[in-house]
């Protein structure tokens, strides 16, 4: 028998929800090394191997064709298989790519570990989607908490990385990602194993809990999956490739414009990504309450603005700004994508997972090219807004697609995070903020019978984060490592890219941490003061 293996007599209500939050950390600890390879890869085939720019594109072509072909059989096996055991391979042969790399001496090696990690990011990245996908129809927010699991894991990464690169140089980075990956493998194979409910002896072969499924079966219905999400799957390719495109010409234009380099173009693209990890889940009920397509266009219109600002932006800084505009727009975007592609795909979600990561790498192939072909052959200006008519298009050809796959608009909203596992109706919802501990929290209480927290306890949630981080400064600046006072004493916008130009990585540590903590800080404002201006809103309205 092929298939996911029947679970035990007597199932666990908590183990579906253990097995989601050890994904999510091991989403974390794998996307991370995922994102700082596509980033110092180039930059270590040239500095340590001697490569010439086509063999480090043919570097990364290799991984890019690999994960391109593997990706749909990936899904096929995420369907056939137990899914952490698909995800933990494709965890341990990222592992085996980051240390081929770490002792690669020449071209050859190089090749054979991107081959080895294209294939374990698709077995990973699929399979990993897939299991998230599963607690999909009782908590529509699963693919927001795992866009926020791979962002904050990519910030933290890069953070790490360009700290102690310094120190430790390429090879050190390698083995921390490699060993990162191994805690991934370890994190997955040690969750629950997927819960199904045992179906009776004439369930026919291929149905959900059948008895019989076979390969070539499952790879014939690889190709009805794909035809049923095609709509879906040109919208992907749109949108990700006018994301790769701005992505790439915000890449060049700081490279070659501003003259900046990798650490500095690194702490650009921060304020976005942390932007991303924070608002993702929060973004979901806006999702909830106004429907899957406008806020997609909504999405859309936001990222547009943010193609539209490059063309006309004096400076680094005012780039860094504008990256988060652009990086709540992704972070509203690609959970809806994930969701409506899960949803449609029904018990096939591993197959539906494969070609729409097949999707999103060709999107960026496109996009990429755009890119390079703008960059040359146009003005900035025209390059930009070129970017904008192809994320426009996206805002209509998008929401089209999630109405013709028939899937909701809106999503029923998520249960409370800790529900309880017997589904009673809840008469009488506490009306305080927050439960007791020990409290009975109801899985059929969802979160927008929850009483809104009020502006006074935003404030106080944010006035508590202002004064730790008062502190931490003060410490830091009787250490001499306070990122504020360089700020404020130096050019302020060679220390917003630079810092204080500390020598040593290790000596860097309080400093860089402090810059962080800081984008952090003015995050939270900001969202903060969102919040208490929609609760203004709301009140005005009911009054």
């Not at 310094?166 to 493998?185: R, T």
């Not at 050019?491 to 204080?500: E, I, K, R």
């Amino acid at each position: 028998m092929i298939g996911d293996l029947p679970a035990e007599t007597t199932k666990s209500p908590a183990a579906p929800r253990r097995r989601e939050q050890r994904t999510l950390y091991a989403a974390a600890f794998t996307n991370g090394p995922n994102e700082l390879f596509d980033f110092i890869l180039p930059l270590w085939a040239g500095a340590a191997l001697g490569l010439s720019a086509t063999e480090v594109g043919i570097l990364m072509a290799v991984e890019m064709a690999l994960s391109v072909i593997a990706r749909p059989i990936a899904g096929v096996l995420a369907d056939l298989f137990e899914r952490r055991y698909v995800a933990a391979t494709g965890a341990i042969l990222y592992a085996a790519s980051a240390a081929g790399y770490a002792l690669a001496h020449d071209a050859p090696f190089a090749y054979a570990a991107a081959a080895v990690g294209g294939v374990g990011g698709a077995l990973l990245w699929v399979a990993v989607r897939a299991i998230i996908s599963e607690r999909l129809a009782e908590d529509s927010a699963v693919f927001p908490r795992l866009l926020a699991s791979q962002e904050t894991g990519s910030w933290v990464a890069f953070v790490a990385g360009m700290v102690l690169i310094g120190e430790i140089g390429f090879d050190g980075v390698f083995w921390l990602c490699a060993g990162a990956c191994l805690l991934a493998a370890a994190l997955l194979l040690s969750s629950p194993r997927r819960q199904v409910p045992r179906t009776p002896r004439g369930t026919p072969a291929g149905e959900p809990g059948g008895e019989e499924v076979t390969a070539g079966s499952a790879i014939a219905g690889l190709g009805a999956v794909g035809r049923r999400l095609r709509p879906m799957l040109i919208a992907v390719v749109v949108t990700m490739a006018a994301e790769a495109a701005i992505s790439l010409l915000l890449l060049m234009h700081l490279q070659r414009e501003f003259d900046l380099e990798v650490i500095q173009v690194a702490y650009v693209f921060l304020p976005g990504a942390i932007a991303m990890s924070v608002a993702a889940e929060r973004l979901h009920t806006y999702v909830v309450r106004f429907g899957r397509t406008r806020i997609l266009m909504c999405a859309s219109f936001a990222s547009a603005a943010f193609a539209a600002g490059l063309a006309w932006a004096p400076n680094p800084v005012v780039i860094a700004a504008l990256w988060i505009l652009s990086g709540l727009a992704w972070a509203a975007v690609i959970p809806i994508q994930q969701a409506v592609i899960a949803e449609a795909s029904g018990e096939h979600a591993g197959r539906g997972m494969g070609v729409y990561e097949s999707a999103n790498l060709l999107g960026a192939l496109v996009g990429a090219l755009a890119a390079g072909v703008l960059y040359d052959g146009a003005d900035w200006t025209v390059a930009c807004l070129s970017a904008v008519v192809l994320i426009l298009a996206g805002s209509v050809v998008v929401p089209r697609a999630v109405r013709r796959l028939g899937v909701a608009d809106v999503p029923p909203p998520p249960p409370e995070r800790e529900p309880d596992p017997d589904p009673e109706p809840d008469p009488e919802p506490d009306p305080a903020p927050l439960p007791k501990p020990g409290a009975d929290v109801t899985k059929s209480t969802p979160v927008r019978d929850e009483p809104p927290k009020t502006r006074q306890q935003v404030l106080r949630e944010l006035g508590r984060h202002a004064v730790v981080f008062a502190v931490a400064q003060v410490v830091l600046l009787l250490l001499g490592l306070s990122w504020l006072y360089d700020l404020a004493t130096e050019d302020s916008v060679d220390v917003l890219l630079h810092g204080a130009g500390q020598e040593s990585g290790f000596a860097r540590v309080g400093e860089d941490g402090g810059k962080i903590w800081t984008f952090v800080l003015v995050v939270h404002a900001l969202w903060a003061g969102a919040k208490c201006l929609a609760t203004g809103l709301g009140r005005d309205g009911r009054d």
